[in-house]
């Protein structure tokens, strides 16, 4: 948002800008995790649904929890990242997952708290299916 500050943009505005760019890249990676199993008509379908879950509303105009609403936008592109790493076998996707961890813990803990044990059962689940533990010992390293 301080970007925004600096190229004149007011307070409010940039906020306003800032929900909508966040808004719009949760349902993006939506699209791309949903990719991963759905065509596109349905990944489309499930990422329309996914940005306008009444919890998403109520975050923002409701609540105005912005830290938990930038943390919804962080977790779909997390489990996208998971398969990634597990299609691709790319170090380059377990760097981006860290990182992309690091960002969601800074944003918002408690619901790092609530989504991790969802993302080892995930993660468990791809090991398990492709026969593959040395993909689940790589992200517990």
């Known amino acids: 948002m301080s ?9 409010k505005s940039s906020l306003y800008l800032l929900l909508i760019i ?3 890249l949760s349902g993006v990676f939506f699209y791309l995790f949903a990719k991963h199993y759905l065509d596109f008509f349905g990944a489309l379908v499930g990422a329309v649904l996914y940005i306008y879950a009444p919890y998403h509303i ?45 960002v969601f813990i800074l944003v ?12 080892i059962g995930y993660l468990s689940i791809l090991s398990f299916f492709q026969k593959n533990i040395k993909l689940f010992n790589m992200y517990l390293i």
């Not at 500050?5 to 307070?11: D, M, Q, W």
């Not at 609540?63 to 609403?69: H, I, N």
Request: proline share 6%; with cysteine.
């Open 58 to 102: 109520v975050d923002i105009f409701v609540r105005s929890a912005f830290p938990e609403f930038a943390a919804l936008t962080i977790v779909p592109l997390l489990f996208c990242i998971i398969v990634k790493v597990s299609e691709k076998k790319n170090f380059i996707w377990l760097y981006v997952f860290s990182m992309m961890n690091g």
């Open 3 to 11: 970007g925004f500050l600096f190229l004149g943009i007011s307070y």
């Open 108 to 119: 918002h803990p408690v619901l790092y708290l609530i989504f991790f044990p969802l993302m």
């Open 22 to 24: 966040l808004w719009i």
